[in-house]
């Protein structure tokens, strides 16, 4: 009997996004929700949305960013909601009406519930792969990977996060690498930088993580958790579980300058740009340090806000000088990650690059820093692509919308000498923020997108407002 | 608890897979300091191809680990989406548990295990090196420059030594897909004069469950009992997701055919040797081009997850031949691939180099487990890593040490072909390998060996009793069935008509009776014996196991008590075999290059023949004045 087997096309799409991290994830999931046929490409799929600063979103500004990405209709929300394994209140200094909560999530959880959503919408495909060249051709791009298969597309979001040339290093010891333990991305660099973007480095630091059974939990102060919170309008309820607390300690010796002068190796431009950072967070903070639960099924915690990318010993060193720690031990040591980001002014207030069309960027690759600033550069730049490969008009996100705006007005105008972080952009701008202005942009994005579901969500948590 | 500051431990375990994890554990619940050390803690317990632990062979060897108080069965019992008893109707010997794990739940259940138990440190670091002082290993240091001291090391770093991975024609460095590779150990191992050589395995490409047509094939549901691998009363789960099978075609076979100058085994991309049992699709193909089908298990990569595995369709050929030969498959015709399939080419070490407590000869209180010993499996490396750690443990403690054998257990006959045979490709286990395995059923494993766990104090007081008090049972039972028969009456043959058997023509025993195959035990005893609850499924199951298989179970003993004398006959290390006289040339370079332990070892090894043992066995006497 012949059998013949029908020809499929597995490798055309409208969008393919590659990199499965905060940013890629939501511009997947919005451009297949916006019925554009989507791929999402990762190195590994083991590997998707991870978290390798902390596992704390929202907070007093983020928590904006989060709500307005919410609204939209993305997932960093929902997910978090759904992982959070405490919640906390955060300072509120400003009255603002709506209150803002900072959720610890499992890490690991969070990752394999975004993986589990991807793998259930509906117009998107995932695969594993390692990008290589991004191609021009009439009428999109072919996109390429290692093993050789070729997509084609009409638009491409580019969201490879610290991939891009990644490498990482503490004290003397550096390799290539995206994150501990995998590997980088080396040809989609130079498959850019043909095409003509220009890219210059950036760095990031992160946290030792400690074995909690080595920590003296006597010696500090539990943080109050909330129990109950406000809504997604995704519908996913947060009742107010609490399975690990976090704890506030300080630095013993309230003195920054003790630990600066200790011996580091590395090039001048990384200290400099490692002390500075340092500096900041703890003018911010005022030596104080929140011990964060890594999870629920691990006895893991990690000190927010102070990064190191010292040897091990001497990060055992600052460590053992916490209140508490004294005994603790690290299971695995801070580290510095350099790698590539766009050259300032390569990335317009839409996401899209001005000079190709069907080209978007979303993420840390626009010289940010934040999982959160990523997710809602993802989420316009999936709207945005999906829009484009229908040959429809895009979304600008104007200054007006909130945070959002703020950001992506820092992404298209600014010069990027340091990370963008939206705490830093809010006292940079002076930022008065009102939620019926953000309310009116964002409805007015959704109403212009077709998103029933999400006004409808929208109206039923935050109410109708008279007049639209 | 203090933090460990010193970098000073007792044993330290290099990788943190399934070998790891079980020398790791063993030695920290023996008491032991234990320091465990992974590229990535975010990858434990991996389980980089077959989402399942158990099968033919391979449940033996899970059991055997439990029984000796290891943690595997535990972990799988927690975290299966289904369970299912193979050959339940074929004889004990090969029955076999089987489950379908969910992968990301068993690696946070192995870490949380790790983390929670105590004398226990994880920590994150790639070794590069082994320190070595006056012939013995004492601490071991990262690539970041970090020195970890130790009375004893246990190397288990998998597919991770010079990793390779192969999709068709392109390669390129990595232990696993996206995971840098340990590129300084190998080298180090060969500096110190290791012998090294080079293995591949293979895994197959996983699908998007949503373009799989389920309806064109067989549903392969769990057993639907509660069945656990651990002796001991440890949590399990319910879970009952069912796998799916169809099979290749021709249509398949003649793609395959037509690309096979792309496949990295013709290309020569790759000219190592992967394991014979799990050929990839392309070898089936090229190996057995008559068949016209070969079968194609479609398993959930987890409980929530869409991912499937296609066991059955290994193969490194290029992506997009990969996604035509999908295609071809009934039910897969619309299938999309997720994940390529690939192979991983890595280093390991020749296992000749070991002794049976898995230290190595060249270099004293270093131990290998795992892939790295040239196994494939993840059985087959947690039972090497058990019996690597508890050993170290003994040595350090000054106790004697736990030296498996091919009688007592599936590990021992492994441990033994290692050691002894040649190995030209990984070596997976399977019930054919081990002469005895009427002795090594499954469902005995706790009576073989929990002593060994008592005594290594990783089974306690009251478990051991219970597997004691359990064969006590038997025993009664045993010789209740021998001592109370039934009369052929009217009634009595009704009954014996509705347990499903004959009717009595003379009297019987109750014993004689349970002979006949088709007779259950329970059944028996509740028509005839009511109340006779006091003998639970497990004591029931081993009694019917020892009625119906007497003759053979017999015939097994005698022959291992044949041969006990001469496997137990020590060959002193330092023999030099080229002073003997009247063993081939052949015979003495063998021997002088495997070193083995006893005779028993030395038959088995390859180019010996029953003459060179009979004369070194006379040579032997002579020396000790011993008699055999």
Not at chain 1, 62 to 91: F, M, P, Q, Y
Not at chain 1, 125 to 144: H, S, T, W, Y
Not at chain 2, 368 to 380: D, H, K, L, P, V
């Amino acid at each position: 009997m012949e059998r013949t087997f029908k020809k499929k096309s597995f490798t055309e799409y409208d969008v393919v996004v590659i990199g499965a991290g905060h940013s890629g994830c939501e511009a997947a999931l919005a451009s297949a929700k916006n019925k554009s046929k989507t791929l999402i490409i990762n190195i590994s799929l083991d590997n998707v949305a991870t978290m390798q600063h902390g596992n704390v979103l929202g907070g007093n500004v983020k928590g904006h960013l989060l709500r307005e990405i919410d609204i939209l209709g993305g997932e960093i929300g929902a997910n978090t909601w759904r992982n959070a394994i405490n919640v906390v209140k955060s300072e509120n200094g400003n009255n603002e009406e709506i209150n803002n909560y900072r959720f610890t999530v499992d890490k690991r959880r969070y990752s394999l519930f975004m993986k589990n959503v991807l793998e259930s919408q509906e117009n998107l495909d995932m695969r594993q792969g390692l990008v290589v060249e991004i191609k021009k051709i009439k009428d999109g791009f072919k996109i390429k990977t290692s093993d050789c298969m070729s997509y084609g597309c009409n638009a491409v979001v580019i969201s490879p996060g610290s991939f891009l040339n990644g490498n990482i290093f503490w004290g003397k010891y550096r390799i290539e690498a995206g994150k501990q333990g995998e590997i980088n991305s080396k040809r989609l660099q130079n498959s850019l930088e043909d095409l003509g973007f220009k890219f210059k480095k950036a760095f990031t630091f992160t946290t030792p993580g400690i074995d909690g059974k080595t920590i003296n939990f006597n010696m500090m102060k539990r943080q109050k958790s909330v129990f109950r919170a406000i809504m997604s309008s995704n519908n996913v309820k947060f009742e107010g579980r609490l399975i690990k607390k976090s704890f506030i300690t300080y630095i013993k010796n309230n003195d920054f300058g003790n630990i600066l002068n200790s011996p580091r190796a590395g090039n001048e431009e990384i200290e400099k740009i490692f002390s500075d950072y340092l500096i900041k967070i703890h003018k911010r903070n005022n030596g104080l340090i929140i011990l964060q639960p890594e999870g629920i099924n691990t006895t893991g915690m990690y000190p927010e806000n102070i990064p190191m990318a010292f040897s091990e010993k001497e990060q055992l060193k600052i460590i053992q000088n916490v209140r508490g720690l004294e005994n603790a031990s690290i299971t695995r040591p801070g580290y510095g990650i350099e790698y590539s980001i766009l050259e300032p002014l390569q990335t317009g207030i839409n996401m899209k690059s001005p000079v190709y069309d069907g080209i978007f960027f979303a993420g840390i690759i626009n010289g940010t820093y934040g999982y959160e600033e990523s997710a809602a550069q993802g989420i316009i730049a999936g709207i945005n692509a999906s829009l484009y490969s229908k040959g429809l008009g895009l979304i600008d996100m104007k200054k007006e919308v909130g945070y959002t705006g703020i950001l992506f007005s820092e992404i298209s105008l600014g010069d990027k000498t340091t990370p963008i972080d939206i705490v830093d952009l809010k006292s940079m701008y002076n930022f008065k923020y009102d939620f019926f202005e953000v309310y009116k942009e964002l409805y007015k994005i959704l109403r212009f997108i077709g998103r029933k579901k999400e006004i409808e969500n929208m109206e039923r948590v935050y109410g109708k407002y008279p007049g639209l | 608890m203090r933090g460990n500051t010193n970098n000073t431990f007792d044993i330290i375990v290099v990788g943190a897979g399934h070998a790891g994890c079980e020398a790791a554990l063993a030695t920290a619940r023996m008491g032991l300091k234990t320091l465990i050390l992974t590229i990535n803690v975010d990858k434990i317990a991996l389980m980089p191809c077959n989402p399942s632990i158990g099968g033919i062979g391979k449940s033996q060897l899970v059991r055997e680990i439990d029984a000796m108080g290891g943690q595997m069965g535990k972990t799988a019992d927690k975290t299966f989406i289904q369970i299912k008893n193979l050959n339940s109707s074929k004889g004990p010997a090969v029955q076999a548990l089987r489950t379908q794990i969910d992968k990301k739940e068993y690696e946070i259940e192995m870490k949380k295990t790790l983390e929670n138990t105590a004398n226990l440190t994880l920590r994150q670091g790639t070794v590069s090196e082994i320190i070595i002082e006056d012939g013995n290993a004492v601490g071991v240091k990262t690539e970041s420059g970090v020195i970890f001291k130790a009375r004893s090391v246990v190397v288990t770093s998998g597919t991770f030594l010079r990793g390779r991975i192969i999709i068709g024609d392109k390669d390129y460095p990595a232990g696993r897909m996206g995971e840098y590779p340990a590129m300084r150990l190998s080298e180090n191992l060969l500096n110190i004069g290791f012998k090294i050589d080079r293995f591949q395995t293979a895994t197959p490409p996983r699908v998007d469950g949503r373009t799989v047509d389920f309806s064109k094939t067989s549903i392969q549901n769990g057993s639907g009992e509660s069945l656990r691998f651990s002796f001991w009363d440890a949590p399990g789960n319910n879970n009952n997701i069912p796998c799916h099978l169809t099979y290749t075609n021709e249509l398949t076979h003649k793609i395959i055919a037509e690309n096979i100058r792309y496949s990295p085994i013709k290309s020569g991309m790759v000219d190592t040797h992967g394991p014979r049992h799990c050929p990839s699709i392309d070898r089936k193909v090229i190996n057995f081009p008559e068949k016209t089908r070969h079968p194609v298990f479609i398993e959930p990569e987890g409980a929530l997850s869409n991912e499937m595995y296609l066991q059955g369709l290994t193969t490194s050929m290029p992506a997009l031949i990969q996604q035509k030969i999908v295609n071809t498959v009934d039910g897969l015709e619309d299938a999309r691939i997720v994940r390529p399939g690939y192979a991983v080419e890595y280093d390991y070490i020749i296992p000749d180099q070991l002794n049976f407590t898995l230290e190595s000869k060249l270099i004293g209180n270093l131990y290998f487990a795992g892939q790295i010993n040239g196994t494939s499996g993840y059985e087959e490396a947690a039972a090497q890593g058990f019996i690597a750690g508890v050993n170290a443990a003994q040595k350090i403690r000054g106790n004697r040490p736990i030296i498996m054998t091919r009688e007592n257990s599936y590990i021992g006959v492994m441990i033994d072909d290692l050691l002894t045979k040649e190995l030209i490709e990984p070596y997976r286990m399977y019930t054919s390998r081990a002469e005895y395995r009427l002795l090594l059923r499954s469902d005995n494993a706790d009576v073989r060996l929990s002593k060994f766990g008592l005594k290594l104090g990783l089974i306690t007081k009251e478990q051991f009793a219970g597997v004691q008090l359990r064969e006590e049972k038997v025993k009664e039972l045993i010789s209740f069935l021998k001592s109370n028969g039934l009369n052929p009456g009217h009634k009595t043959n009704q009954k014996l008509i509705s347990v499903g058997t004959k009717p009595l023509d003379k009297p019987n025993t109750l014993y004689q009776i349970l002979k006949r195959p088709e007779v259950s035990i329970s059944r028996l005893m509740r028509e005839f014996y009511n109340g006779q609850d006091r003998y639970d499924e497990k004591v029931f199951a081993r009694t019917e196991m020892m009625v119906k298989y007497e003759g053979y179970i017999n015939r097994q003993v005698a022959e291992a008590k044949k041969l006990e004398g001469i496997e137990k006959y020590i060959i002193p290390l330092d023999l030099d075999y080229y002073k003997i006289m009247g063993i081939t040339y052949e015979a003495r370079e063998k021997l002088s290059n495997k070193r083995p332990n006893t005779l028993g070892q030395a038959s088995r090894i390859a180019g010996v023949s029953p003459v060179d043992i009979s004369v070194l066995s006379i040579i032997l006497k002579k020396k000790s004045g011993k008699q055999l």
